[in-house]
């Protein structure tokens, strides 16, 4: 064992006598402690000193070097440095006496008398009677008012303002009375006459409200008529006459509101109700019915149903209407879409055309329609094979419209030559010209049976103005999805300047012209 572990200087093999032997590397030996000294053995080389663990920093050097200008010389410092000159703020000896830093008067000497202080001036001295800061003016004593005259002067023998009337003169004294007392003074204030009777009773009659007798007394007889009217008794009111006017409540109005628009299409806004209630008040008085409640059954189940329900849309359904109403809109009609449907016809070799006027009313609009076809055609009308299609829902329009009579009101918007020319009046009416009326079909259509308006004749032109403003968006798109298909391929839909197509269909490519929109079908 001696050949592996040699002895140590002092006899005793260890394990650090190895020539391999390592360092300590116990965990809690530090990194930079230096090894114990090692006997060095015979004919060893002596030990290289180990480099430190963390170099000395060199000069650290500026994040940003700014370059130097070529030819420039070197900037001074900033803040140089002061070299060999006393501090700024020299630090102060603590062992020295604290002077203050604003230092008082130093007192007398001990027991030495103290010279009183001398007295402080007054920061406001007082004002030794002088004038005052802001004086006032001279008081003037008030002149004495002269003597004027009284504002109402006495009226000195003169008469009085407003007189009294005269009194009539005293009648003689009666006997014992007196003398020396004058006569007496007339009130001032008459006594009131007794008031006349606004209707006088007949003298001697009962009275008007006699007091209730006893009940022994016997039975008075009946007082005379008042206004001398006969002893017959009057004949009893009808029913009906006895009656308040029936209400509309808000479950009436709802079922017939429901029940126009599944008939006719037409919706009422509930901001209508009083609408309702005025235009059918007077079916109630005329059928005898108590409650719109009784008109809704009515119309639902009676076996006369379908001659109510006729009237029923004519009350609910808006008529206003007059010949040429809209100009600018006929303007466009005239100029813009019959001429040139009339020129394609003419190309083609065709002379037919079709007009469909929905929603008619009273025949104003197809009879405007065929005045403006008469003046675009003139001497060419009758060799043409015109037909304009007229359909409302009321049939009291309709039969308006046949008989071609109208007064001053409907006609207030024709021009005078035209008037003139195809209208006769008959005293307070004016006739439309027959010739006229012989290019027009009336006829009852509900735009909201489909089976109707699949009946309606092609047309190269559709009126349907101011009509669709009373239908719900649902009803509008069945209506104009139903004009589309009527029409022939580049055909024209019109209608009411306050409508629009907008956000319902877009089948048709919309047309702006100087006062008004047409739609066209595209061929």
Known sequence: MSQFFPKSPGGNPGPDSRPDARPDSRPDARPDARPAATPSLPGAAPAAPRPPLFPPREEARPLFPRPAAPGAEARPPLFPQRDGKAPLFPPRDPCDEKKPLFPRPEPGLPGAPVAPAAPRAPLFPPRDDKAPLFPRAAE????????????????????????????????????????????????????????????????????????????????????????????????????????????????????????????????????????????????????????????????????????????????????ETSFFRNGPQLDVFRDKVLARVLDELRAKGQKKLRIWSAGCSSGEEPYTLAIILAEALKQDLGSWDIRITANDLSLAMLDSARRGLYNSYAIRTTPPDILARYFTREGDVYRIDPKLQRLISFGQINLNDKAQLQKVERSQIVFCRNVIIYFDDEMKRNVISAFYDNLMPGGYLLIGHSESLHNLSRAFKPEHHAGSIVYCKQS
């Open 140 to 319: 003037k004593p008030f002149p004495p008012r002269e003597e004027k005259a009284p504002l109402f002067p006495p009226r000195d023998g003169k008469p009085p303002l407003f007189p009294r009337p005269v009194a009539p003169a005293a009648p003689a004294p009666l006997a014992g009375t007196p003398a020396g007392n004058g006569a007496a003074r007339p009130s001032l204030f008459p006594p009131r006459e007794e008031p006349k009777p606004l209707f006088p009773r007949p003298a001697g009659s009962a009275p008007l409200f006699p007091a209730f007798p006893a009940k022994d007394a016997p039975a008075a007889p009946k007082p005379a008529p008042i206004f001398g009217a006969t002893s017959a008794p009057a004949p009893a009111l009808p029913s009906h006459g006895q009656r308040k006017e029936a209400k509309l409540s808000d479950e009436e109005f709802v079922l017939l509101r429901d029940f126009l628009y599944q008939q006719a299409g037409i919706f009422v806004a509930e901001n209508r109700k009083y609408l309702v209630e005025n235009r059918l008040a007077a079916r109630l008085r005329e059928l005898g019915l108590h409650s719109f409640g009784e008109y809704h059954k009515y119309l639902r189940f009676d076996a006369h149903r379908g001659d109510e329900l006729n009237k029923f849309f004519e009350c609910m359904t808006t008529n």
